[in-house]
Protein backbone atom coordinates (compact mmCIF):
# COMPACT_ATOMS: atom_id res chain seq x y z
CA UNK A 1 0.00 0.00 0.00
CA UNK A 2 1.72 3.13 -1.18
CA UNK A 3 0.56 7.17 0.52
CA UNK A 4 -0.01 9.92 -2.28
CA UNK A 5 -0.50 13.18 -1.11
CA UNK A 6 1.14 17.20 -2.12
CA UNK A 7 2.16 18.92 0.79
CA UNK A 8 3.49 22.08 1.80
CA UNK A 9 7.73 22.17 3.07
CA UNK A 10 5.74 22.56 6.55
CA UNK A 11 3.97 19.19 5.71
CA UNK A 12 0.78 20.76 5.43
CA UNK A 13 -2.20 19.59 3.15
CA UNK A 14 -5.45 21.16 3.56
CA UNK A 15 -7.61 24.47 4.83
CA UNK A 16 -11.12 24.57 5.44
CA UNK A 17 -11.79 21.43 3.65
CA UNK A 18 -10.19 22.39 0.94
CA UNK A 19 -6.49 21.06 -1.34
CA UNK A 20 -3.96 24.28 -0.30
CA UNK A 21 -2.78 24.08 -3.98
CA UNK A 22 -4.08 22.58 -7.56
CA UNK A 23 -0.94 21.93 -9.81
CA UNK A 24 -2.21 20.37 -13.27
CA UNK A 25 0.67 18.11 -13.43
CA UNK A 26 0.00 16.12 -10.01
CA UNK A 27 -3.69 15.77 -10.37
CA UNK A 28 -2.44 14.09 -13.99
CA UNK A 29 0.06 12.27 -12.10
CA UNK A 30 -2.63 11.55 -9.61
CA UNK A 31 -5.08 10.34 -12.10
CA UNK A 32 -2.49 8.19 -13.85
CA UNK A 33 -1.08 6.00 -10.76
CA UNK A 34 -4.16 5.66 -9.63
CA UNK A 35 -6.96 4.86 -12.34
CA UNK A 36 -7.47 0.92 -12.87
CA UNK A 37 -6.49 0.54 -8.83
CA UNK A 38 -7.83 1.44 -5.47
CA UNK A 39 -7.98 4.75 -3.53
CA UNK A 40 -8.58 4.36 0.27
CA UNK A 41 -9.91 8.07 1.49
CA UNK A 42 -11.73 9.53 4.45
CA UNK A 43 -15.25 10.43 4.57
CA UNK A 44 -14.37 14.54 4.77
CA UNK A 45 -12.08 14.13 1.74
CA UNK A 46 -14.80 12.53 -0.49
CA UNK A 47 -16.56 15.73 0.27
CA UNK A 48 -14.33 17.69 -0.98
CA UNK A 49 -14.37 15.67 -4.42
CA UNK A 50 -16.38 17.09 -7.43
CA UNK A 51 -20.47 16.35 -6.35
CA UNK A 52 -18.75 14.61 -3.12
CA UNK A 53 -18.90 11.64 -5.58
CA UNK A 54 -16.55 8.51 -5.65
CA UNK A 55 -13.76 9.29 -8.33
CA UNK A 56 -13.90 7.70 -11.32
CA UNK A 57 -12.40 4.69 -12.87
CA UNK A 58 -11.36 3.35 -9.85
CA UNK A 59 -12.56 1.51 -6.33
CA UNK A 60 -13.26 4.04 -4.29
CA UNK A 61 -12.90 2.73 -0.19
CA UNK A 62 -14.38 5.12 2.38
CA UNK A 63 -13.35 4.92 5.95
CA UNK A 64 -16.44 6.50 7.94
CA UNK A 65 -17.44 5.60 11.54
CA UNK A 66 -21.59 5.82 10.30
CA UNK A 67 -23.17 2.66 10.06
CA UNK A 68 -25.81 4.23 7.25
CA UNK A 69 -23.07 5.91 4.89
CA UNK A 70 -23.18 5.21 1.64
CA UNK A 71 -21.39 6.86 -1.47
CA UNK A 72 -22.68 5.59 -4.73
CA UNK A 73 -20.67 2.13 -5.26
CA UNK A 74 -17.99 2.58 -3.29
CA UNK A 75 -17.04 0.49 -0.52
CA UNK A 76 -17.64 1.90 2.82
CA UNK A 77 -15.41 0.36 5.69
CA UNK A 78 -15.64 1.30 9.41
CA UNK A 79 -12.54 0.73 11.15
CA UNK A 80 -9.18 -0.47 10.15
CA UNK A 81 -10.38 -4.65 10.72
CA UNK A 82 -12.83 -4.48 7.92
CA UNK A 83 -10.17 -2.28 5.73
CA UNK A 84 -7.80 -5.43 6.09
CA UNK A 85 -10.66 -7.37 4.81
CA UNK A 86 -11.39 -5.13 2.21
CA UNK A 87 -7.95 -4.81 1.01
CA UNK A 88 -6.60 -8.61 1.62
CA UNK A 89 -7.01 -10.33 -1.78
CA UNK A 90 -5.65 -7.10 -3.63
CA UNK A 91 -2.37 -6.12 -4.46
CA UNK A 92 -0.83 -4.12 -1.93
CA UNK A 93 1.84 -1.93 -5.44
CA UNK A 94 -2.41 -1.13 -6.49
CA UNK A 95 -4.13 0.31 -3.49
CA UNK A 96 -3.42 4.42 -2.51
CA UNK A 97 -3.67 5.93 0.38
CA UNK A 98 -5.47 9.16 -0.45
CA UNK A 99 -6.23 11.25 2.29
CA UNK A 100 -7.06 12.94 4.41
CA UNK A 101 -5.02 14.20 7.44
CA UNK A 102 -6.92 11.43 9.68
CA UNK A 103 -6.54 8.07 7.46
CA UNK A 104 -2.99 9.09 6.71
CA UNK A 105 -2.46 9.05 10.06
CA UNK A 106 -4.20 6.36 10.68
CA UNK A 107 -2.63 3.90 7.29
CA UNK A 108 0.75 5.28 7.42
CA UNK A 109 2.41 2.34 9.24
CA UNK A 110 0.94 0.11 6.97
CA UNK A 111 2.39 1.92 3.84
CA UNK A 112 5.24 0.64 2.43
CA UNK A 113 5.73 3.93 0.21
CA UNK A 114 4.76 7.49 0.29
CA UNK A 115 4.50 9.45 -2.69
CA UNK A 116 4.84 13.30 -1.81
CA UNK A 117 4.76 15.91 -4.16
CA UNK A 118 6.33 18.65 -2.23
CA UNK A 119 5.27 21.98 -3.07
CA UNK A 120 7.26 24.89 -2.48
CA UNK A 121 4.28 27.60 -1.13
CA UNK A 122 3.79 29.35 2.12
CA UNK A 123 -0.40 28.40 2.14
CA UNK A 124 -1.51 28.18 5.43
CA UNK A 125 -2.52 24.87 6.25
CA UNK A 126 -5.31 22.95 8.84
CA UNK A 127 -4.91 19.87 7.51
CA UNK A 128 -1.58 18.17 8.04
CA UNK A 129 1.23 15.05 6.91
CA UNK A 130 3.30 13.52 9.58
CA UNK A 131 6.29 15.09 8.65
CA UNK A 132 8.54 11.86 7.42
CA UNK A 133 11.84 13.70 7.42
CA UNK A 134 11.73 13.31 11.72
CA UNK A 135 10.68 9.39 11.13
CA UNK A 136 13.66 7.73 11.32
CA UNK A 137 12.19 4.30 8.91
CA UNK A 138 11.18 6.74 6.27
CA UNK A 139 13.71 7.14 4.12
CA UNK A 140 14.25 9.40 0.98
CA UNK A 141 14.68 6.66 -2.45
CA UNK A 142 13.81 8.89 -5.29
CA UNK A 143 14.02 13.06 -5.37
CA UNK A 144 12.81 14.23 -8.85
CA UNK A 145 13.93 17.42 -10.65
CA UNK A 146 12.01 20.75 -8.96
CA UNK A 147 9.92 21.92 -11.64
CA UNK A 148 7.55 24.70 -12.23
CA UNK A 149 3.96 25.07 -13.10
CA UNK A 150 2.22 28.53 -13.20
CA UNK A 151 4.89 30.11 -10.84
CA UNK A 152 4.38 27.70 -8.40
CA UNK A 153 7.65 25.47 -7.91
CA UNK A 154 7.57 21.48 -6.83
CA UNK A 155 9.18 18.44 -6.99
CA UNK A 156 7.91 14.25 -6.52
CA UNK A 157 10.08 12.66 -3.90
CA UNK A 158 9.22 8.60 -3.31
CA UNK A 159 9.73 8.18 0.56
CA UNK A 160 9.94 4.32 1.80
CA UNK A 161 9.13 2.96 4.64
CA UNK A 162 11.72 0.84 6.37
CA UNK A 163 9.90 -1.01 8.72
CA UNK A 164 5.78 -1.23 6.96
CA UNK A 165 3.74 -3.69 9.53
CA UNK A 166 1.38 -5.22 7.71
CA UNK A 167 -2.43 -3.97 7.87
N1 LIG B 1 -2.88 17.52 -0.08
C1 LIG B 1 -3.38 16.32 -0.29
O1 LIG B 1 -2.75 15.51 -0.97
C2 LIG B 1 -4.70 15.95 0.33
C3 LIG B 1 -5.26 14.70 0.07
C4 LIG B 1 -6.50 14.38 0.66
C5 LIG B 1 -7.13 15.31 1.49
N2 LIG B 1 -6.55 16.51 1.72
C6 LIG B 1 -7.19 17.49 2.61
O2 LIG B 1 -7.34 16.92 3.91
C7 LIG B 1 -8.45 17.56 4.56
C8 LIG B 1 -9.37 16.49 5.14
O3 LIG B 1 -8.67 15.74 6.13
P1 LIG B 1 -9.37 15.35 7.53
O4 LIG B 1 -8.33 14.79 8.43
O5 LIG B 1 -10.16 16.52 7.99
O6 LIG B 1 -10.46 14.26 7.11
P2 LIG B 1 -10.32 12.79 6.43
O7 LIG B 1 -9.11 12.11 6.95
O8 LIG B 1 -10.49 12.93 4.96
O9 LIG B 1 -11.65 12.08 6.97
C9 LIG B 1 -11.88 11.96 8.34
C10 LIG B 1 -13.04 11.02 8.54
O10 LIG B 1 -12.65 9.69 8.28
C11 LIG B 1 -13.37 8.81 9.13
N3 LIG B 1 -12.44 8.06 9.96
C12 LIG B 1 -11.30 8.50 10.56
N4 LIG B 1 -10.71 7.51 11.26
C13 LIG B 1 -11.48 6.42 11.09
C14 LIG B 1 -11.40 5.08 11.57
N5 LIG B 1 -10.38 4.66 12.37
N6 LIG B 1 -12.35 4.20 11.20
C15 LIG B 1 -13.39 4.60 10.41
N7 LIG B 1 -13.51 5.85 9.92
C16 LIG B 1 -12.57 6.75 10.26
C17 LIG B 1 -14.30 9.68 9.97
O11 LIG B 1 -15.53 9.79 9.25
P3 LIG B 1 -16.97 10.01 10.00
O12 LIG B 1 -16.85 11.37 10.63
O13 LIG B 1 -17.96 9.95 8.88
O14 LIG B 1 -17.10 8.89 11.00
C18 LIG B 1 -13.57 11.00 9.98
O15 LIG B 1 -14.39 12.13 10.23
C19 LIG B 1 -9.11 18.45 3.50
O16 LIG B 1 -8.66 19.78 3.66
C20 LIG B 1 -8.59 17.88 2.19
O17 LIG B 1 -8.59 18.83 1.14
C21 LIG B 1 -5.35 16.85 1.15
Redesign the pocket.
Known sequence: MKA????TPQWG????????VRIHADMRRFRMLTSHNTII?????LG?FPNGAPLPNRDNII????PM?TAGNALV????SELSRAVSDRDPDTVYV???????R?LLPYCDSALVTLTYTDAEAD?FFPNLNLMPNWIITDAGEKQVEEETAFRFLTYTNTEPTRL
Open positions: IVNVIGSEGRLLIGRKTTLTRDFCHDLCGGEQIYLR
